[in-house]
């Protein structure tokens, strides 16, 4: 299955990925880079792993890290809409495509 990222999904990537080494350590920008990584694998070999939410909305938790990938499948792409910090208003990127 193919994946892309939204902007806004990037952006708070990114954000995430800089807030770690300014706040904890480097070392846990790049265990977050590679959660992030590891918990997109799993959505992208099997698409309806994640349970649906928010309609055709679907939502992968990190393990190790208060965010979860938002997600829905269209033809053969999952695309990532969000990164969603678990404490953040819980439907922010509804209107997201």
Do not use: G, Q
């Not at 480097?26 to 698409?47: K, N, S, V, W, Y």
């Not at 309609?55 to 990532?80: A, G, K, M, Q, T």
């Amino acid at each position: 299955m193919i994946s892309s990222v939204s902007e806004e999904a990037d952006r708070e990537l990114t954000d995430a990925t800089i807030y770690y080494p300014r706040e904890a350590s480097p070392a846990l920008a790049l265990t977050f880079l590679a959660e992030f990584e590891r918990a997109l694998d799993l959505p992208c070999a099997h698409p309806y792993l994640a349970a649906a939410w928010r309609n055709d909305r679907r939502r992968f938790p990190l393990r190790r890290f208060p965010f979860s990938i938002i997600y829905y499948v269209h033809d053969n792409e999952l695309r990532v809409i969000a990164l969603a910090h678990h404490r953040r208003k819980p439907t922010y990127w509804v209107r997201r495509k």
